[in-house]
């Protein structure tokens, strides 16, 4: 049964996650991994992992962490969304800045 989250999701955002669960699975076979011994290091179900592989997005964001982490890519979502690389926020808090600054006024001393 196919989750709502899927139907509401943007192509190219489905397309990003079928291509990461594929990227899972490449990584899996390259360190000669078994389904098995991923579900066993992962401590879910063989399809909770198999929706992993597939890039379902109804997938806990922490399987998918545990899987990288499981075969050794370590923990890529440590930058995902890091301020200090996000330029387009950078640019809007340029925005934002005053285009005047004044300085107050003390009351004078009578």
Known sequence: MRSSVYDILPLQV???L???GSDISIARRKRRLTIEMMTE???VSKGTYLRVEKGNPSVALGV???ALFA???G???NHLAD???DDHGMLLDEENLPQRIRVKK???AR
């Open 83 to 85: 301020p200090k690389a």
């Open 41 to 43: 290091r992962l401590g």
């Open 64 to 66: 998918y962490a545990m």
């Open 71 to 73: 075969l050794g890519l």
């Open 106 to 108: 003390e009351p004078s």
């Open 18 to 20: 079928v291509k990461f």
């Open 14 to 16: 489905r397309r990003s």
């Open 75 to 77: 923990s890529p979502f």
